[in-house]
């Protein structure tokens, strides 16, 4: 069951990333759909770095960011809410 979920992650990542498709050319509809992926606005963001001829008009650099530092903090939060109210018995068998 894992295997299953995590290939279907993958595979709805890589449609909602946006590789492939151009975001300048999208419909706004569509844009709206895939406008909460940190991953698209990335991708774009490097399109609009490699290529001279493309400027990312939809994404924003910004939001990937913002996205990552809200989440390390979660995370650090985490760890220390878990190493508070860690057993003595977790590490018994190591």
């Known amino acids: 069951m894992t295997r299953f979920?995590?290939?279907?992650?993958?595979?709805?990542?890589?449609?909602?990333?946006?590789?492939?498709f151009v975001a300048n050319i999208v419909p706004?509809?569509?844009?709206?759909?895939?406008?909460?992926?940190p991953l698209f606005h990335i991708v774009d963001q490097m399109r609009g770095a490699v290529f001279v001829n493309y400027f990312p008009h939809h994404t924003n650099w910004k939001y990937p960011l913002y996205v990552a530092?809200?989440?390390?903090?979660i995370g650090?939060?985490?760890?220390?809410?878990?190493?508070?109210?860690?057993?003595m018995s977790w590490d018994m068998g190591r």
């Open 28 to 37: 706004g509809f569509i844009i709206s759909m895939f406008d909460w992926n």
């Open 5 to 20: 979920v995590q290939q279907a992650y993958m595979r709805i990542n890589m449609v909602a990333s946006g590789k492939m």
């Open 69 to 73: 530092c809200g989440l390390l903090i």
């Open 76 to 87: 650090l939060m985490a760890e220390f809410f878990t190493t508070k109210r860690a057993s």
